[in-house]
């Protein structure tokens, strides 16, 4: 019913900047929650921010003030903007979608995921 793709990943320094973005296919897309969560190697997958239609966010801790969420609803797609990158940072993102209607952090809530792009922050 609904498909993500996510694109955008890539090797970046410390300190520097990506913009990740998700493309979603599916009828009445533009009404749903959509989040961004990551997964570093050998650890479980973790919220890192979410936006509902009309623009609420919410962030995890570690990312706020470095990471900006925001949607584009004409175009379908949700972006997560990464400046201040960390090390720590390294870790396969992914864009999921929730029809609920309801802002949650929530992994198993979400049940639209896309394929994950790979981000790496390294000297």
């Known amino acids: 019913q609904v498909q993500l793709v996510e694109s955008g990943g890539g090797l970046v320094q410390p300190g520097g900047s990506l913009r990740l973005s998700c493309a979603a296919s599916?009828?009445?897309?533009?009404?749903?929650?959509m989040a961004w969560f990551r997964q570093a190697p050998g650890k479980e997958r973790e919220f890192v921010a979410v936006?509902?239609?009309?623009?609420?966010?919410y962030y995890a801790e570690s990312v706020k003030g470095r990471f900006t969420i925001a949607r584009d609803n004409a175009k379908n797609t949700v972006y997560l903007q990464m400046n201040s990158l960390k090390p720590e940072d390294t870790a396969v993102y992914y864009c999921?979608?929730?029809?609920?209607?309801?802002?949650?952090?929530?992994?198993?809530?979400?049940?639209?995921w896309g394929q994950g792009t790979q981000v790496t922050v390294s000297s």
């Open positions: 999921a979608a929730s029809a609920d209607g309801i802002i949650t952090t929530t992994l198993t809530d979400y049940a639209y």
């Open positions: 599916g009828r009445n897309t533009w009404t749903y929650h």
């Open positions: 936006i509902n239609w009309i623009s609420g966010t």
